[in-house]
Antibody, heavy 120, light 110 residues
């Protein structure tokens, strides 16, 4: 049974760095072809793809946010961590992680999401 | 800036058929964009329905199908049920660092 769960602060101040953790079970990120992606959704708005890390530690970032994002994995802990620097109120959103495979072309399981509010 | 466009809203009667589409600002959508489709109900996480244009997950109801139609990716619901009322998103793959979601289609079953 595949599950993913996002965790992190519910509230961050402007200019701070956000660190989110995706803890998963039911699969291994050391399996060939396996990936984990991060996606966010501002309240009432559409989904936005943010980043992906592959089984071989290749990393990919949204073109518009790449200077602010860092993704990493700890295979032994079954965790993927996303950091986003210089947070702004427009970054207020629900952040999701999702299992992807086939070099990120195929999505299946998603976490429940975690709402992050950016406010002073 | 790549833009993926979906119908903002559609309405369908119970038992009817409706097709949602997904267009790319770069031109015709082909299988090489590996379209994915997701369903999202209020207050819930998205749920994957279709991957690689037309492949269903084990949990995807048979009434959902994916295809390419007129240069766009398409999601067709046949025999719509009231529980299909939701927001639907497509995702296109432009190569490693570029994956773009559409703006979503709000489907009303009325």
């Amino acid at each position: 049974q595949v599950t993913l769960r996002e965790s992190g602060p519910a509230l961050v101040k402007p200019t701070q760095t956000l660190t989110l953790t995706c803890t998963f079970s039911g699969f291994s990120l050391s399996t060939s072809g396996m990936c984990v992606s991060w996606i966010r959704q501002p309240p009432g708005k559409a989904l936005e793809w943010l980043a992906r890390i592959d089984w071989d530690d290749d990393k990919y970032y949204s073109t518009s946010l790449k200077t602010r994002l860092t993704i990493s994995k700890d295979t032994s802990k079954n965790q993927v961590v996303l950091t986003m620097t210089n947070m702004d109120p427009v970054d207020t959103a629900t952040y999701y992680c999702a299992r992807t495979y086939g070099s990120g072309k195929e999505f299946d399981y998603w976490g429940q999401g975690t709402l992050v509010t950016v406010s002073s | 800036q790549t833009v993926v466009t979906q119908e903002p809203s559609l309405t369908v009667s119970p038992g009817g058929t409706v097709t949602l589409t997904c267009a790319s600002s770069t031109g015709a959508v082909t299988s090489g964009y590996y379209p994915n489709w997701f369903q999202q109900k209020p207050g819930q996480a998205p749920r994957a329905l279709i991957y690689s244009t037309s492949n269903k997950h084990s949990w995807t109801p048979a009434r959902f199908s994916g295809s390419l139609l007129g240069g766009k990716a398409a999601l067709t619901l046949s025999g719509v049920q009231p529980e299909d009322e939701a927001e639907y998103y497509c995702l296109l793959y432009y190569g490693g660092a570029q994956q773009v979601f559409g703006g979503g289609t709000k489907l009303t079953v009325l």
